[in-house]
């Protein structure tokens, strides 16, 4: 079932609307370093208060406070830009509320019944726009719906929409490239991927055990030894099905003496040249960026989660921006996973270059790989209870 949208909860006028967002945005001390979450739902907010609806209480979570009040979290600096952001719309910000940080009361977290009926009492409606929560199984999230009619805002509904696309309509080629450190950390998306797409690129840490699969030596790199089998069953896989796994065939290395060199550890492809002991893997090579490039200028849609290497180290940062360029310049449907990734596209100027840049990381790749959300799951039920869909 699709998910219900801010029109199925017509009419609005006079009610009273809670409004979960995702505004967990970065701080350094009490000064914001990156408002992306805080603007984007303001769309769906400014929609709300021109429908009519008479009061909107907004409320997220901000960091990790442990389930009690810590001022570092407070949602102080959010809400003094979060009104900036209404005025420019032209929005009455006396209709707006935003409660202070969710995750202040340990009863957020643990799903707590009587947190929830907190949350809902006095409201009407319920809109969550907080996809980068929607895997959680949180008061806030999934508690709402079973009491109010509820609705996907317009971040939570695009989120899905590009999501979708990939998964049920991509345009072939269907290339997805992860990184990132540990193989096991991403397996199930991997393995999800793999039965989706045309070709799979894989780099950053993770690449080391798959090199290590093919019988190369690896150095002092990052290895999951434990699954090196697990790598040669996707090997398999991927021939059975007549898809690719394509890894590095050279890699950036820091030696032993600490300098970074690349060549020490030749071609680690096919040919059978391995990094030495003692050298340290830290990003792709300018071959496989090459390669990787390639693939990309050729799909039709494009996943990209993780980077490529340890690219805050600008000794190895030329393998995540050589692939940060690829996907901006790629004509296929682009979608980007948060996280690091994103953060990687933003230094290089490039995050306004793909046509969706995801705002939660974990969320997506667990779409990815389970095909539903707690959230979307909670949306999805209380329509069919309320019957809200209107097509």
């Known amino acids: 079932m699709q998910l219900p949208k801010l029109e199925d909860l017509r009419p609005v006028e006079g009610k009273r609307a809670l409004v ?45 406070p442990k389930g009690r009040p810590d001022a570092r979290y407070s949602m102080a600096p959010v809400r003094r830009r979060l009104y900036e952001l209404l005025e ?12 202070e940080n969710l995750r202040f009361d340990a009863r957020e977290e643990g799903n707590d019944p009587s947190f929830v009926r907190s949350l809902v009492a006095g409201h ?18 999934v508690g709402p719906p079973a009491f109010l009619p509820s609705a996907a805002g ?3 509904a695009r989120e899905v929409e590009a999501l979708d696309r990939l998964l049920y309509r991509p345009e072939r080629p269907f290339v997805a490239v992860v990184g990132g450190a540990k193989l096991s950390d991403k397996l199930g998306v991997v393995e999800a991927l793999l039965s989706r797409v045309d070709t799979l690129l894989v780099g950053g840490g993770m690449c080391f055990t798959f090199l290590a699969a093919r019988g190369h030596s690896t150095g002092d790199s990052l290895l999951e030894s434990d699954y090196v089998g697990t790598c040669r069953s996707l090997f398999a896989t991927a021939e059975a099905q007549g898809k690719r796994i394509l890894v590095p065939v050279d890699i950036l290395a820091l030696s032993p003496e600490g300098e970074p060199g690349e060549g020490e550890s030749g071609d680690i492809g096919y040919e059978g040249a391995d990094i030495p002991p003692g050298w340290l893997g830290l990003d ?22 993780g980077p490529m290497g340890l690219f805050e180290d600008s000794r190895f940062t030329a393998g995540t921006r ?13 979608v980007v996973g948060g996280g690091d990734t994103a953060s990687a596209l933003k230094r290089f100027g490039l995050d306004n270059r793909v046509d969706h840049l995801s705002t939660g990381g974990g969320a997506s790749l ?9 959230g979307l799951s909670a949306l999805r039920e209380c329509a069919a209870r309320h019957d809200l869909l209107v097509g």
Do not use: M
């Not at 420019?88 to 409660?99: I, K, M, P, W």
């Not at 009407?124 to 199984?137: I, T």
């Open 322 to 334: 050589a692939l940060a360029r690829a996907v901006a310049t790629t004509d296929a449907f682009t």
């Open 284 to 305: 792709i090579g300018h071959k496989t960026a090459r390669l990787f490039a390639d693939e990309i200028a050729t799909a039709g849609s494009v996943f990209w989660n």
């Open 154 to 156: 317009r971040v939570l």
């Open 366 to 374: 667990e779409y990815i790989e389970k095909g539903d959300l707690p």
């Open 124 to 141: 009407d409606l319920y809109v969550d726009d907080a996809f980068g929560a929607a895997h959680r199984a949180h008061a806030s999230i």
């Open 20 to 64: 979960r967002c995702d505004f967990n945005v970065p701080l350094a001390g009490d000064v914001i370093t990156d408002d992306l979450r805080i603007r984007l739902p303001v769309e769906t907010l400014v929609w709300l208060l021109h429908e009519g609806a008479e009061r909107l209480t907004v409320c997220s979570h901000l960091g990790r």
């Open 88 to 99: 420019d719309q032209g929005a009455d910000t006396r209709r707006v509320d935003l409660l």
